[in-house]
């Protein structure tokens, strides 16, 4: 059987229509790369379009203020991708006149393209060979090849690069590099693997041997921190406080609230007396409008149980901090929220 062609065959026939399909424009592709590497096509597809109709070439995206680059990546989460994103369109204008560069290495320099995106770049925009390996390629080739090297080491990572490129189409890279990819999201799922209908079912090795559950093999166990976040919305009368998350931290270069953060949980009585020791100060009097129930917020490598509390100061004339904004409520919208705040202030400001 001839790998490349079956797969090949079978995504012509089988793939889905995918508005970054319809181009070979390595501006389009980079970003729709960047954008599914951890979101999922569905959720994708909006991103991407808006995307697109805000910055429709790498001179209007390197032109943007990255408030503004986040405010339209809000709610996709990992927001390093925006702003590397962000910079390595200001490298492109600066060292390339705007033209996306050709080779792979001038690829892989850009700020924050690796391995993946460079390979994905060069082979589908000018049919370069080089072979992409993502979540859904290590799966097919695992379960196929039957190779049990953890995929989370640097040897695992090694093997699985050379096999790709071994048995990467040269003369189709671009095609047989998605093909591979969609196998592995449409039909080499990671929990029940559809192999009845799959095109490499007769020679596959897990198939044959039904191990498809215990392949591809990994080291390490995520794990997972918990973070306490207690955050307060001050208003006075059309306005409230806002903060900008300038460390390197989750959420970077986003905009929240005031907020006291734990490692362990607390009452929010407790909570109120820290907000009351550390971010106001005695001569200030408040109200407390509403509190929320804990919202657990999921992130790949932490979880953030949330409190939200609503409180109002009678004025901001004692109230001065340098690392926070006022602004009028119907500012709101002109800053990138995380989506946990940005829900819970459309919630608020929508009572
Ligand atoms: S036969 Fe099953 S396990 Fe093998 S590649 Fe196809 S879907 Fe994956």
Known sequence: MNFSKEIISWYTKNKRDLPWRNTSNPYYIWISEVI????????????????????????????????????????LGYYSRARNMHAAAKQIVKEYKGNFPISYEDIIALKGIG????????????????????????????????????????????????LANEILDKQKPGVFNQALMELGAMVCTP????????????????????????????????????????????????????????????????????????????????AILQFKKTILNSKQTFTIKSASQRHTHKLSHQTIESYFINIELKDFENFYHSKYQIIYKERIGEFAFPILIANYLMLITRK
């Open 191 to 270: 929990k029940n693997p559809q192999c009845s209908n799959c095109c490499i079912q007769q020679t596959c090795y897990a198939y044959n041997n039904s191990v498809q559950e215990s392949l591809p093999v990994k080291l390490k166990k995520l794990k997972i921190k918990k973070r306490y976040f207690f955050y307060f919305l001050i208003n006075s009368k059309n306005k409230i406080v806002i903060h900008k998350r300038t460390e390197k931290d989750i959420w970077q270069g986003l905009y929240d609230l005031p907020l006291i953060e734990l490692q362990n949980e607390i009452s929010i009585e407790e």
């Open 115 to 162: 391995d993946y995106t460079a390979a994905a770049i060069a082979s589908i925009a000018y049919n370069k060979a080089h072979a992409v390996v993502d979540g859904n390629v290590y799966r097919v080739l695992s379960r196929y090849y039957n190779i049990e090297t953890p995929i989370d080491t640097s040897k695992g990572k090694k093997e699985f690069y050379a």
């Open 36 to 75: 599914l590497q951890q979101t999922r096509v569905n959720q994708g597809i909006a991103y991407y379009e808006k995307f697109i109709e805000n910055f429709p070439d790498v001179f209007s995206l390197a032109r943007a203020n990255e408030d503004k680059v986040l405010r339209v990546w809000q709610g």
